[in-house]
Each structure stands twice: as C-alpha cells, then as structure tokens.
C-alpha cells in the first residue's frame, strides 16, 4: 500500500503528496522556538535545541524525494476553547504515531513529523536529564524543521484556517520513492 493511501485509510481531514522540492522552508521559523511561546524550547527533547541545528534538519528532509502532508480539522465549542484545542491536538497527534508505526512498517526509513512538540509524557525527561522514556513514538514538529505549514496550504488545496470555532493540526511523512 502506497503512503498516500495509509494516510487516507486513518482516517484524515485531507491529505496531499508533494514533491521535497516545492516545499518551502523558512529556517527564521526556528526563532519562535528560541522565543519559547509553548514553553518547551530546551525542555523537550524533540524541539530545539535537542533536535539539532536548523540546516542540518532543513537537509535531512531534503534528503527525501517526497512528502505526505496532512491535516485533521477539529471542532471547538468556540474560539477560546482551550481545552478542545489541546484534545484535538492530542488526538491528532497520537494518529500521527500510529501511521508513523504503519509507514515504517511497510515502507521502512521515513521521517514523521507533527503538530507541536511531543507530549506523550507529563513532564519531559529532558527536563531532569534523564533519557527520553519513549524514544519510539517521540515526534518533532514541522516548525521545528523549518517547514511552513501556511505557504504548504497556498499549494495545495488545504486551508490552513478552517473557519469559526474550530482547529486544524498538521502533520507529514516524508520519505524516498
């Protein structure tokens, strides 16, 4: 089965293939990590600066020949409905394991990434030096490697914003034909 297809079959808002080299990345994205807005710059082992330097990730994606990038839209019960943004968030995200699990599984080598830094445990290890407890379902964002998610929905038919009262997460697989 075709990466495309795993990804539709989980049951995605929308989902596009796209070439690596129409993707547009904006290293300067790596400032609003350094600014710490979600509080997890040098706290999460999967955003900066644990994740590495931003022209070694911006290469390391464009060492791939395609990429799969979805987006699931989640209704809120209105604008400041925190709480469903983080749900939404956290659904998002833990779909976002289990078709990094299908891919790997039947594709091999391919790098996954997410909405936001992880936040599969409570309290990062990275926050008391201790080893990540979940290495293997730990995912970084597409901010994180540089990745515009805005100018992506300017390419494709997705929309970045999806109208009133709700949420919209994205993620990708990017990997070699």
Known sequence: MNI???????????AEEIPIDKLIFQPELRAYCEQNACGRYARNYTCPPFIGEIDDLISKIKSFDWAVIWQNIYELEDSFDFEGMMDAQAKHNAQTIDIAKRVTAEHGNALVLAAGGCTLCEKCAAQTGELCRDRDNAISSLEAYGI???????????KYINGVNTVTYFSGVFYKQ
Do not use: H, P, R, Y
Not at 4 to 14: H, R
């Open 4 to 14: 495309l297809q795993i990804i539709t079959d989980a049951g995605v808002s929308n």
């Open 148 to 158: 515009n998610v805005s100018k992506i929905c300017e390419s494709t038919s997705m």
